[in-house]
């Protein structure tokens, strides 16, 4: 099945340059990522802050252009498209924000806001737009007699829920939700997660969900993909990633989430130090650094990302090492 | 390093400036020279109008001027003046430190006037010294400085006799009269910058005591006084460092209206006169002199920012 | 925007409206010379006395209001105009437009104001077509400056960026946001821009170099007016009355522009709270208890009502022990933190309750005896490591500020002090990294810095307000065992503010759940994670995505503002075991138990549903 959006040895840096050469140095924000997203798929990228996350996100909408690489829709390479074709583009991907205090206009109507997606697309006749709105509305669970009011009038949930109603009102294909939940109180998270795992069930969108919270992204997420400064650490079915993870440090950052069960803890893995900066990245595995199985030739070599179980791949040179595998997987059949 | 950078662009930016004065007297319509000498309402003799033509080298080529007048910025010849056939520069120069002088007394008036008054104010805020505070600098900055200078002349000097009313007396021949001619001229002016210090001193201290460091410090259980100087003043005061180099520049030009009130012989008096005689040499001379200046001035307090704040230095 | 204060605006108005309609007012001829009469004092023909050569000077005050009116408008005007829109060109063209329109500003702004109107004048020769546009110059580039930054400002905004990948094109961005954003900005600049006119162009005039003679100005006025003050002060007080009146009216204009575009918050009071005795038979010593809080209510006074957003809450922390206290956004649980060691933030105060510490109450302590404790016997850990340090202090200096101000020690040993706690905090290379500057470090080490300051005095109770949640998982895992670490080591007991249950899970021993201002239930970590007795707590619990990877189960509705608080139970409109009773009264907290209260009138029935899904598991 060919992928509906993917991404091509994706690299991405900022900076560099500048006058008389006193520039910044450029810092790298992705690595040669390579991702794909099938139709209706939902895949879930976690990473730390530095990891580069956020960033995939908007590249791969176009929002920002790649540094080297491509990111393909239909099999067609987003920046050959020009003109009319690229505000077509803008109708089959959306993206849904983190702040849902800063991603909605404080001066005008969410009717308005809501609206931007379908004149700008034609997507409606004038006449239309209200019930068009109100069905949007609908949809997120929102009372559509609230078209009116403005943004300051609802809570953080609410303004998630329209911020994924603007989205949805141009039909898109693929939706790309950067951190969605993390601003919001714990007991309005699942509000919106049941919500997006039901829109995605209905309207079949393939979804590329940003989190740092690994627990919320393997609630909803098919596939789940690990970045850690820029580069895919381990890539795979999100049960059995969860399950069974095998990068040293998945292993680490599924250990360091608390859990409430203190049967079903894992052993934790504290990881060394801080997270080197993405202007300096280390040579060879960028997470050699902070791993406690570092070896010698982990500063040679950037290890590629090989299938060591099907469909799961990692990109660590001894996980084939009986040694990394370590305590048995406590987390059992269930 | 950053210092060098903002060297740099200094320098660039007074090459701009020199440039642009230089222009604006060579795009006046017509004859520089004839206009220059027919100030009088009469018209000159052609043999003198072609001598002042040579003088002021317009035969030649427009960039040959160019290179010349800015080559002779360079080495410090500002050109000779119309009036009396004097060196620009020596002139300049000349009233250069009493004008820079009067601004000195001047900032240092309206930080010891500005910047206490603006602590206080903030530290009570809403009450009854606050709104004090704040309605007497409000009309202090309304009040036009000539207007201010004007008064004080007619109250002070004419009316009270305590102080002269202007001019000047260099310092070695009578040290005394010298400061004293000093004073009004030096409150004039520090009576249109000292509320604007005053103001933005109480908005940034206000604005810093409520952020979350100084919580932190009175969580380690400092006493108020330790607070407001080690954690408060010293963020809250770079703002204000800003604001001041920003109005001195201004100053250099607005101490033009004062040294007119008070006779006093400093460098914008020299601007003002010359304006009037239509001596444009001399008037290219000061305007370029005062515009070197200000960007001095900025550079000095973008470098001082640098040492106050050390997350500047890495930018 | 809020409302504008109408005294500025009536003044301004006025006194444009004069000049306005000066040429209907029947006045003598502003420049009609009659010398024999020059200088008469006020009179019935000439109601302010005649000038110099004999000109009526009331007459002449009006006329010249209106023509340093009409300058200053026109010229503004233009500036704003013309400086807006390169500044808005430039900030959202970028590139070329950018630097042409930024570096003009910058040229510009290099020559003093009267200077640039100086030369500009020399070369032009004076008079109003001359004026205006030098003028309008000269304040162009505070609008460029403005709107440009406003622009920037805008750009980057994220429901900018939305329309942007909604497809939306930029000039409808343009015009539809950024705009309406710049407009208060801009306004500002602009009564800003119209006063500063007035004053350039009276001093033009008074120069003799702005507006021409025989025209009225107030500045000329003023200059004219010099040199026969020793004689007849008043043709020169009039006019600098009239001026200074104007631009006084003007920034008065600007300021409440100013403060209507960008309000700031209410002025808090900032006396001391005096709260109500302590009610009888609260004995002093709690009982081996490092820290026991009774009844606390915070209230903050907002602009009709008193809001309290914490009523009645009781907790206690023994030495060595760690009490969470857990809740989400509208809950109280920082404020009650706060409250304990007085730094709550100026709006709110203790209203009522006690915070009993050693025998005394904390809430009733004045200033300088907290202090005494603040650092030193009970220390506080901030949320947000970047802004709780102070960004020009080193580190160092930072942690042995907060060991002399409570020890006398010597500079020196304070020093390697400092050192030997970023060592033990683990930080390494210390000795060098207490020289750093907060903005060196990563936020996790920041944390770390933060946790060493507190220690410093070894105190027996250490508040940390959500000390983790703005930390990576990875960083959050780090620092929750050297907390742990610490707290064992040193015996301190720990009150540790969150909204993640399972952090709590991991360190506490004993948990306070809040709910919109009140404790709901509290009790061992242990007991109540297995066996909640209130349906918040179950509901919350069951909001964390479970382990099988199923979807979590949300709450429905919102946390109610305690403006807005039902009557009856809180938490009764979202509660799934809502009945009648529990909208109609609002329950008290119960004893259920050693140890364990809970504020629901049905715990009954839950703990009877808990049993039985623990026998069918």
């Known amino acids: ?334 | 390093m950053w210092v060098v950078r903002r060297i740099g662009v200094a320098f660039v930016l007074v090459w701009i400036v020199a440039s642009i004065v230089f222009l604006a007297i060579r795009m006046v319509p017509g004859d520089p020279a004839e206009i220059m000498l027919s100030q009088g309402g009469v018209s000159p003799d052609a043999a003198i109008i072609a001598e002042l033509r040579d003088q002021l080298g317009l035969e030649k080529s427009i960039w040959v001027q160019y290179r010349d007048s800015m080559r002779g910025m360079l080495k410090g010849d500002l050109g000779v003046s119309l009036t009396d056939q004097a060196s620009v520069a020596r002139q300049v120069f000349t009233r250069l430190p009493r004008t820079l002088e009067l601004i000195g007394f001047a900032a240092l008036f309206s930080v010891l006037f500005g910047v206490p008054l603006g602590v206080l104010a903030a530290l009570r805020r809403g009450g009854w010294l606050d709104r004090v505070v704040m309605a007497l600098s409000g009309l202090s900055l309304a009040v036009p400085v000539f207007v201010v200078g004007t008064l004080l002349v007619l109250v002070v000097a004419q009316w009270l006799e305590w102080l002269p009313a202007g001019g000047y007396t260099p310092l070695a021949r009578d040290p005394a009269r010298h400061f004293a001619q000093m004073v009004m001229p030096a409150l004039t002016i520090a009576s249109s910058l000292a509320p604007v210090l005053l103001s933005m001193t109480r908005a940034s201290v206000i604005d810093v005591i409520t952020r979350d460091h100084v919580r932190t410090a009175r969580a380690k259980g400092a006493s108020p006084p330790r607070v407001v100087l080690r954690h408060v003043l010293r963020n809250a005061l770079m703002p204000v460092v800003t604001v001041l180099a920003l109005h001195l520049g201004t100053l250099l030009g607005g101490t033009v209206l004062v040294e007119y009130v008070f006779n006093y012989p400093g460098l914008s008096g020299l601007l003002v006169d010359s304006v009037n005689a239509r001596d444009y040499p001399m008037v290219q001379g000061v305007v370029l002199v005062i515009s070197v200046l200000f960007v001095a001035l900025n550079l000095a307090m973008d470098l001082i920012y640098g040492v106050l704040d050390p997350r500047v230095r890495r930018a | 925007m809020r409302r504008i204060s109408t005294l500025p605006v009536v003044a301004v108005g006025l006194i444009a409206f004069v000049a306005l309609v000066v040429p209907w007012l029947g006045l003598p001829d502003p420049v009609q010379i009659d010398v024999p009469h020059r200088l008469s004092g006020p009179s019935w023909d000439h109601w302010l006395g005649r000038d110099e050569v004999g000109r009526d000077i009331l007459s002449r005050l009006l006329w010249g209001a209106r023509s340093s009116l009409t300058v200053a408008l026109f010229s503004a005007v233009i500036a704003c105009l013309v400086g807006t829109t390169l500044g808005v060109l430039g900030g959202f063209l970028g590139g070329l437009v950018d630097l042409a329109t930024i570096r003009l500003a910058d040229i510009v702004l290099c020559f003093p104001p009267l200077l640039l109107a100086l030369l500009v004048v020399t070369l032009l020769g004076p008079g109003a077509s001359t004026l205006i546009p030098v003028i309008a110059l000269v304040y162009m580039p505070g609008f460029v400056r403005v709107a440009y930054a406003g622009v920037l400002g805008v750009r980057h905004l994220e429901y900018v960026e939305a329309q942007r990948a909604l497809g939306v094109g930029s000039a409808r961005i343009m015009l539809r946001t950024v705009l309406p954003n710049i407009s208060g900005p801009v306004m500002v600049q602009f009564s800003l821009a119209m006063a500063s006119a007035v004053v350039l162009e009276s001093g033009l005039s008074f120069l003799g170099l702005g507006v021409v003679p025989p025209a009225p100005s107030w500045g000329l006025m003023i200059g004219a007016a010099r040199s026969t003050m020793a004689q007849t002060p008043l043709p020169l007080l009039w006019p600098c009355i009239a001026l200074t009146i104007t631009v006084l009216s003007m920034n008065a204009l600007c300021d409440a522009v100013r403060s209507a575009v960008d309000p700031h918050g209410a002025v808090p009071r900032r006396l001391r709270w005096l709260l109500p005795p302590l009610p009888s038979g609260l004995s002093l010593a709690a009982k081996g208890a490092s820290l026991a809080v009774r009844d606390l209510e915070v209230a903050i006074d907002a602009k009709d009502a008193e809001v309290r957003p914490v009523r009645g809450v009781s907790w206690e922390v023994a030495p060595g022990e760690t009490l969470a206290i857990v809740g989400e956004s509208g809950s109280g649980k920082s404020l009650s933190g706060l409250a304990v060691l007085g730094l709550l933030p100026l709006v709110a105060r203790p209203a009522a309750g006690a915070a009993l510490f050693e025998g005394r109450d904390l809430l009733r302590l004045d200033e300088p005896a907290l202090r005494h404790l603040r650092g030193a016997d009970i220390a506080m850990v901030f949320q947000d490591p970047m802004s709780s340090l102070n960004p020009v202090h080193r580190i160092g200096t930072q942690i042995t500020e907060a060991i002399l101000v409570h020890r006398s020690v010597s500079r020196r040993r304070a020093w390697q002090e400092a050192v030997e706690l970023l060592a033990k905090v683990g930080i390494p290379d210390a000795a060098r990294r207490a020289r750093s500057f907060p903005h060196e470090l990563s936020g996790g080490m920041r944390q770390r810095a933060m946790i060493a300051m507190a220690i410093a005095n070894r105190p027996k109770l250490l508040i940390a307000d959500e000390p983790t949640t703005a930390l990576d998982v990875t960083i959050q895992a780090q620092v929750l065992e050297l907390l742990a670490g610490l707290k064992a080591e040193e015996g301190m007991g720990v009150v540790f503010i969150t909204h993640a249950l399972p952090v709590v899970a991991e360190i506490a021993d004993r948990v306070m759940v809040m709910y919109a201002g009140e404790v709901v239930e509290q009790g061992p970590v242990a007991e109540i994670f297995a066996r909640p007795l209130h349906p918040y707590t179950a509901a919350l619990l069951r909001s964390a995505p479970p382990e099988d990877g199923s979807l979590p189960q949300a709450i429905p509705g919102t946390v109610p503002l305690p403006q807005h608080l039902p009557p009856g139970c809180a938490f009764a409109p979202r509660c799934a075991h809502r009945q009648a009773a529990c909208e109609a009264t609002h329950p008290a907290l119960e004893d259920v138990g050693p140890d364990r209260v809970t504020r629901c009138l049905r715990w009954r029935d839950m703990s009877a549903t808990a049993q039985t899904q623990q026998v069918t598991a």
């Open chain 1, 1 to 334: 099945m060919t992928p509906l959006i993917e991404a091509v040895k994706l690299s991405k840096q900022f900076g560099g340059g500048g006058v008389f050469g006193f520039g910044a140095r450029p810092v790298r924000a992705l690595n040669e990522v390579t991702l794909s997203i099938a139709r209706g798929e939902a895949v879930g990228l976690v990473g730390e802050s530095g990891s580069g996350k956020s960033t995939m996100g908007r590249v791969m909408l176009g929002l920002t252009p790649a540094s080297s690489g491509s990111v393909r829709l239909d099999g067609v390479d987003i920046a050959s498209l020009r003109g009319k074709e690229t505000r077509r583009l803008r109708q089959r991907m959306q993206l849904v924000f983190q702040d849902p205090y800063s991603s909605l206009d404080p001066r005008r109507r969410i009717s308005a806001q809501i609206a931007d997606g379908l004149l700008a697309h034609g997507l409606a006749r004038p006449a239309d737009i209200a019930d068009r709105v109100a069905a949007l509305l609908a949809q997120v669970g929102l009372p559509p007699a609230h078209a009116q009011r403005y943004p300051h009038e609802f809570s953080g949930g609410q303004r998630q829920r329209i911020g994924i109603a603007r989205a949805l009102a141009v039909d898109p294909e693929f939706l790309v939700a950067d951190e969605p939940v993390s601003a919001l109180d714990v007991s309005v998270q699942a509000q919106v997660l049941t919500l997006l795992a039901d829109l995605r069930a209905r309207l079949g969108l393939a979804m590329l969900f940003i989190s740092h919270d690994l627990p919320v992204v393997r609630s909803l997420c098919d596939r789940v993909v690990v970045l850690y400064l820029g580069r895919v650490m381990e890539e795979g079915p999100a049960a059995e990633v969860f399950r069974h993870p095998r990068h040293p440090y998945t292993r680490a950052l599924l250990s360091a989430a608390p859990n409430i069960d203190p049967g079903r803890r894992r052993r934790r893995i504290l990881l060394r130090g801080d997270p080197p900066s993405p202007a300096n990245p280390p040579s060879g595995c960028v997470f050699r650094t902070r791993c406690a199985w570092a070896v010698e030739a982990c500063a040679t070599a950037v290890p590629a990302l090989a299938e060591a179980v099907r469909g799961h791949r990692v990109a660590c040179l001894r996980v084939e090492d009986a040694a990394l595998l370590g305590d048995p997987d406590i987390n059992g059949p269930v």
